[in-house]
């Protein structure tokens, strides 16, 4: 019993590199979301190194192939995805419309609660100078942001912060990807 | 109750609004969609081209005020959050005409009493920026497809009765329990529902069930 478990031990080191690229590869083609590398090297029994060389190695041939996908890190995980380029054709292909863009309300309840975050209702309003109640459901509904939990303040507001799926639909690998929010202030004026 | 609006289109390239005057001198009005009074201000400080730390508050007061007017008489649910803002810019004018007490002149203590305004006027600006960040964010994300977006694509209902009409058609009757069952996910199944009660309302149809809890079938009379 020992002796099998140190061969299966030997196995697992046994895949190479070149076998563990191709496994992987596989895995983030069929997952739903961006997948981790921690996911990955618990999946395979692998070290979370070897996981990521991998995939680093595979997003370089990608990168170097020049074809219909890329490898994009999103939300801290690994997703394989078409290249912007392709977006009319892959569009027509699967007979979808552009789904409906934020308002431009809902848009500013979002930049100030993902700079902000955690932020409650009052300290939105104080910085949009206007209520956000509907703009919040939308982005609730939308599940691009969640409740923190509650203010230890007058009146006990709920604090909210963006999701994961936020960084999603937005592409970004995790929030330290969002320009600084001083960056902006060179645009004003 | 003051809720901003967000049933407009917006395009975050286009002119939120203008207000122009044509031959007969009659007002007329093309209404964007303004985020909140901020973003009204921050519209008629550029539209007059003025200086946002030397804001013209009289002008800015009377253009904002006449912006309302207008809103009100286009029968525009004006927000309260726009009326705040009305009293406010009235509040610094009237402040603005009172004589300073030249002791805090001399102290230097004096404030302007549009800094306030001005302080808020830079830090909401930059989060409009950052929202225009967002929503350049978005036009390149849609661009982007994954497997798992397209496993989530739903299906329309009037795709679906389509589908249906279509297999009712070639096979005469259908089987809703096997029909149902190749709903990917709930969404598609409630479509799939609607799609059925839709098609016995409209099309020449049966619904048959022999036996209680049986299978229901759609059946072409």
């Known amino acids: 019993m020992e002796m099998e478990e140190e061969v299966q031990a030997i196995e697992r080191t046994l895949r190479s590199p070149a076998e563990l690229m191709t496994i992987v590869e596989a895995l983030v083609f069929v997952a739903d979301e961006p997948v981790t590398s921690r996911v990955l090297a618990d999946v395979l029994e692998e070290d979370r190194g070897a996981i990521e060389a991998a995939m680093e190695e595979l997003a370089k041939e990608y990168e170097a192939r020049e074809g219909g996908l890329q490898i994009r890190v999103i939300a801290g995980g690994w997703q394989i995805a078409t290249r912007t380029e392709l977006h009319e054709e892959v569009r027509k292909f699967l007979k979808t419309r552009p789904s409906a863009k934020l308002s431009l309300a809902s848009l500013e309840t979002l930049a100030v609660i993902a700079y902000k975050q955690p932020v409650t209702v009052p300290e939105i309003l104080e910085i949009r100078g206007v209520q956000s109640a509907t703009s919040i459901k939308t982005l609730l509904d939308k599940r691009l942001i969640v409740a923190k939990g509650r203010k230890e303040a007058v009146g006990r507001p709920m604090m909210y912060g963006t999701s994961k799926d936020f960084l999603i639909q937005f592409g970004l690998r995790d929030l330290t990807e969002l320009p600084s929010i001083e960056d902006f202030e060179d645009l004003v004026q | ?221």
Do not use: C, W
């Not at chain 2, 830090?123 to 994954?146: D, N, P, V």
């Open chain 2, 1 to 221: 109750m003051s809720e901003e609006l967000e049933q407009y289109n917006f395009d975050f390239h286009h002119e939120t609004a203008e207000i122009v005057r044509d031959g007969s001198e009659e007002l007329k009005i093309k209404i964007g969609e303004f985020a909140g009074p901020l973003d009204l201000l921050l519209f008629l400080i550029k539209q007059e081209q003025a200086n946002i730390f030397d804001i013209p508050i009289a002008k800015i007061t009377q253009k904002y005020l006449e912006y309302i007017q207008i809103m009100k008489k286009l029968d525009i649910a004006v927000a309260a959050d726009f009326l705040v803002m009305a009293a406010t810019l009235i509040e610094i004018k009237s402040r603005m005409l009172l004589p300073r007490d030249p002791k805090a002149v001399e102290e230097e203590e004096f404030e302007d009493p549009r800094q306030e305004l001005v302080d808020r006027l830079l830090e909401y600006e930059k989060f409009k920026s950052a929202a225009g960040m967002l929503y350049e964010r978005t036009t390149i994300e849609q661009a982007i497809f994954t497997r798992g977006e397209i496993a989530r694509e739903e299906i329309s209902l009037a795709d679906m009765i389509k589908t249906l009409k279509a297999r009712i058609l070639e096979l005469g009757e259908v089987n809703l329990f096997e029909f149902f069952e190749g709903m990917r996910s709930k969404h598609e199944l409630v479509t799939a529902f609607i799609a059925v009660l839709e098609i016995v309302r409209t099309e020449t149809v049966r619904l048959l069930q022999k036996t209680t809890f049986g299978d229901i079938i759609l059946r072409k009379v």
